[in-house]
């Protein structure tokens, strides 16, 4: 768990110096704590927690569950209350909200309220049960300080895990039907089919589909796969490609506009065949076949049945075709972006793990960066918020200490979570922290531009950003080129505490 103590969940933390094998790290805000715990469960696939205290603390960390919710991770927020008869009383108590239960609830559709150590038990039961058998969005639970202080004779108790939903013969029949018959068929992933790469690429190759990923589904099939169009659903080749497919098979991805980055809708030519753990009808991508169900043992199940054959991708001339269309059109900016992803990725071992924020280069990313497995790239789709790349890398990097984590973010985000800087330094964290330096908030910026607005408010001061990382004690240094990027990088992950890295753009070249 990752958190700050107050005065207001002191008790919550009698109760954590008790247990045996449980870790607690103090964030330096609420906000990072959240963040923290998100990339912590983003790559072990295991719910991490957020201590806070009410109100305040409760406010702060709010963004990061919606991050969570967003982007489905399974985060845990444990916040004290004020005293159970003042909830909802407005009597102005320290901490006081007027709903502190609902501002949780206006985001997590799994948020209690307990007043009673046995309800404690049970919101904690259904916390777990739908981080491992549902989609494994956050779970709130807010605990009155008077409740916190109760002695309770319940037992400690492991929770059993419900089963995960399995396909019905039915739907796998006709889903079957329509892959069977399919000429030109596509395949869709997000994130939820992270654990079945080895099913959908013995599918994609029984049916010569091509596919295609969204930001969280990177890394499903190796970048050099004859089928991969890679995370490439926004531009021109793919949505062409869409457009002429017979069959769409979309699994573990809500299909949103933050996975598509064209409209509110995946416009495709096809019936739509859908794979999802959650059992809702989605009136925007109408499905001939919707599947409530794992994805896992349901592509497995799929790629046993299916009859192989080649087809309309083998015919075409493949994803690489299609992903030299779409690098032809990049300006000679977007090149020298490209290059400097090559270079993080040139100096990474192919198991590293890069957390990206809301910046150009990293929106560049999504698509760019070579992932040759899942669980490489990761990055704030669905909220999209500034500030998630330092604390929850450096979550990333508390529970996976061996492993190469790198936190990539620009000048302006960075500033949102600055802090979690000391945190790193505290932990002494051999953690690389890639600033990307334009000098602005590019992206808004270009987009006034584009659209015939005069910029304004997206040009700040920075820091010395060297002289800053050295003042919290982490090293600091700056690189001009992708030579310089490449080896600060492989010199960091040897270094004991984390090292920030700056490129400033206008200085930066690709040799």
Known sequence: MFGIPGVHNLELYRGLARQQGMRHVLTRHEQGAGFAADGYARTTGRPAAAFVISGPGVSNVLTAAAQAFSDSVPLLVVASTPHSQSLEQRWGVLHDLNDQHGVMGSVLDCATTATTALAVRDALQQAFAMFHSARPRPAYLGVPLDVLAMNTDLPAQRFE????????????????????????????????????????????????????????????????????????????????????ADVVLAVGTDLTETDIYTADRLAHGGQLIRIDIADREDLRHPAAILIHADAAPTLTALAAAITPRSGWRSTAGGAPVHRAHIETGFDARTQLLQRALAAIRAALPADAAVFGDMTQIAYLGNYAFAADEPGVWYHPSGYGTLGHALPAALGAKWANPQRAIVALAGDFGLQFTLGELATAVELELGLPIVVWNNAALGQIRDDMIATGIAP????????????????????????????????????????????????????????
């Open 456 to 511: 304004l408010g997206v040009v700040a001061r920075n820091p010395d950003f060297v002289a800053l990382a050295q003042a919290y004690g982490a090293t600091g240094l700056k690189v001009r080129s992708t030579r310089e990027l490449a080896a600060a990088i492989r010199a960091a992950l040897q270094r004991r505490g984390p090292t920030l890295i700056e490129v400033l753009e206008t200085e930066f070249v690709a040799a």
């Open 161 to 244: 895990r419900p089963a995960r939903p399995t396909a019905r013969a039915g739907d796998l029949a006709g889903a079957l039907g329509l892959l069977e018959a399919a000429e030109r068929p596509i395949i869709v992933a997000g994130g939820g089919a992270r654990l079945a790469a080895a099913a959908l690429r013995r599918l994609v190759e029984n049916i010569d589909a091509y596919f295609v990923t969204t930001a969280a589904g990177k890394g499903l099939l190796p970048e050099d796969h004859p089928g991969n169009l890679g995370c490439s659903l926004p531009y021109a080749p793919t949505q062409g490609l869409l457009a002429e």
